[in-house]
Every structure is written in structure tokens, then in C-alpha cells.
């Protein structure tokens, strides 16, 4: 009897979850495991905004997903999945190559939604990916480059003037990061451009930040940006963008040439269309074990999801929310049914807390449900992230970020090509 073919498409926190607790069943035989993914890398998404504000090398918070595969004896496929011919269970990959498989699951993350605001997509900058942290790094020092040479005051006022749309976890970290690299390393740097002409906003459309999170945690969070001096816009959402100005849905219009779009996903999607139903935000549709559902809502056999992929809803009614612990227990649950070959087992999420990082030794934390701010935070917060990193050399590195981020500044340098120049009235009116 040959051994089932097991595909997994994605290579974040759900697919190497899956990975890590079907490798034995690999190595004994049992299943033949292959890896599916666009980058040759895992990518630890919590450290994007310390990588967007040089507080963290960019390569330190990656890890080859090749030397996370050899030692197991996974197969690694670097390509792009283009369709999926679910009658003949075959990936289509990139380059017209197929890929059969007995058992798939869908673990390929989630994509930058804008909600069809006018503008967003082609001006706003998205922060999910390392490329987009790397973005905004450079883009951010360009505007300081660019205002320390402008001569008119309004002109660096709008240049200086950084917008973020969505008030969760990560426009509240991306926020946090900014201010802190501006006071700490910025206003060092640049010493002709003063501090009372940047402004930082914060646009949320519900009527507090952080939705869902401990309300304390929410107010903590809001009074440490406000004390930081970030404009806290709640009750409103951006109802379009330009490139030198950002339109809120009461009219008020922010002069800035910079919007960092953290407002929210969608499930990715597929070149080809998936072949089952999807639902909430572009997700695949899943019973509560995970199995991906047909237009009929029938289970599809062979056929699951995972992670922000799926609009899964546990046992208990609630759904799954799209977070790093979602995807390992959604991960955890697919893995287990694959392994006594059916639908058995199905998912009672636990909530094991959150984290939040509000800058240097300030962060406010709910593990297991105790409630912690401030410096212990902190503290919490460095060596979690250390614990959950991918491999003892990344553990490592992100160590020496950490400790060497209390005494050295971030760095500023510019590694990526300028593509969005301004225009010389951007830079001064009288040059127009």
C-alpha cells in the first residue's frame, strides 16, 4: 500500500505547525510530506514593526523553511500555487508544474484588505510582509531626508505627517515603533527638523483601540500614544487616499504622504479561484474539523484549512479569530484528524492571551488571562518572542537586537530602491 500524499500549502505558523506533528508519521513511512510556499522562508510577523523601525536586523526574524524541512526529511517546493483541480487532487503550481496530492491543507495566510477605498491599494502601505516593513523603513527616512531639505514649513509639516489606519494590535505597535524611533534616533539624526512638526495619527473606526482586548489594556494603550503625542482618532475610518492627503469619512482632511493600511485581511486568494465555498473576509469554509466545504456545504474529503485561510467557528460557537494561536490550534486539530485518517477531531479554542508593544520597556500583556503592564510586560514580551522564534540561531539574534536596542539607536539605513520620489513643489511650493 503506498503512502498517502500529504500537501501543505503555506509555510507560516499553521503549515509548520501541521508539519511538525505529521514529520514522524513522515520519517516512519506512514505519509509522504511536502511543503508548498511562494518564499523560501518563515516569517515571525509579531517583530514586523521593530524590523519597519530598524530596532531589529530584517533577516533575524526569518527562517529558511528548507533548513526547517532537511532535518525532517519534508519535501520543500518554492512555487506558487495557481489553481487546484480538486477532481483530479492536483496543484497547479506556477510554472505549469502538477503536484498530486491525497490530503491537502490549506494554510496560505491572509492578504491586505482596503475595503474598496478609493486610493488605499495603489498609495497606502500595507504591513504584512517583510518587503512591506522594508518599505516603510526606507519610505519613512525619505520623508525626514526630504523635510530636512524643504524650506517651506508647511511643506515638512505634511511630509513629517504619518497616518495609521486601524486601531488593533498592529496599527497600535506600528504607532508605538514610529514615535519611539522619531524621539530616540530621529531628532539625533536630523537636528534642523524640529519634533513639534511630525505628527503621528491613529485612525480607528470603532470607539476604542484594541477591540476585544482587555478594556484596561485598550485605555493603558490609548493614554501611552496620547502621552507620546500620537493624534487618537476614534469612531472615524479613511474614506479615501491621495498622495499627499488622507479623506476620513467626516470630511476632515490629514495633508500627509504617508498611510500605513493595518485595518484589515482578507483570506488569500487564489489565481485560479477556489474550487470550494468561501465566506467571511475570502476564507475557505470548514466544518468544524476543518474540512473544506462545497457550495452544498458538504465536506470535501482530503480537502482542509487552517489558520487565516479558514472561517472556522469551534466547538463552542465562536469564531476562530485570525492570530498566530489560532492558526497553531487550527494547525494542531487538521494534523490530528490526518493522522487517524478521518474527521475526529475537532477544535475548542483557548484564548492563551495576547501581547501588545507599545516601545521601549512598555507594553501591556493578558497571559493565560493575568492581566501585566509596564516594564514586567516588557520583559514578558522580549522573552516570549525569544521562546517562540523558529530555531536557536534566530532565538539568538533577536537577543542581540533586544539588548543592544537599550544602548545603540535604530538603524536608518535605506536598503531598497526610491520609487515613490516627490515632486519639487512636494519638497518646497516656491520651487513650483
Known sequence: MSATEVVVVGGGFGGLEVCKRLARAHARGELRLTLVDKENFFQFNPLLPEVATGAVETRHIVYPLRAFCAPRGIRFVRNKVRAIDAGRKALILHNGIELRYDQLVVAAGSSTNYFGVPGAEDIAFPFKTLMDAIRLRAHVVEMWELADQATDAEARRRLLTFVVAGGGITGVEVCASLVEMFHRTMARLYPSVPLSLVSVHLVEAGERLLGGLHVEHAEVAARHLRAAGVSVVLHRRVSAVERDRVTLDDGAVI?????????????????????????????????????????????????????????????????????????????????????????????????????????????VARPLGIPISGFLAWYFWAFYYLFAMVGFRKQLEVATDVIKGIFVHHDTSQIHERRRMLRSEDLDPDLA
Not at 489558520?307 to 486539530?333: F, I, N, R
Open 255 to 363: 495633508p500627509a504622504h504617508t498611510l500605513v493600511w493595518t485595518t484589515g485581511v482578507r483570506g488569500a486568494a487564489l489565481e485560479g479561484g477556489w474550487p470550494w465555498a468561501t465566506g467571511r473576509g475570502g476564507r475557505l469554509k470548514v466544518d468544524k474539523h476543518g474540512r473544506c466545504l462545497d457550495a452544498a456545504a458538504q465536506p470535501v474529503p482530503g480537502a482542509w484549512a487552517i489558520g487565516d485561510a479558514a472561517d472556522w467557528v469551534d466547538d463552542e460557537g465562536k469564531p476562530v479569530p485570525q492570530v498566530a494561536q489560532g492558526a497553531l490550534q487550527t494547525g494542531k486539530t487538521v494534523a490530528a484528524n490526518i493522522l487517524v485518517g478521518e474527521a475526529r477531531h475537532s477544535l475548542r479554542y483557548f484564548d492563551y492571551g495576547y501581547i501588545v508593544g507599545l516601545g521601549r520597556h512598555s507594553t
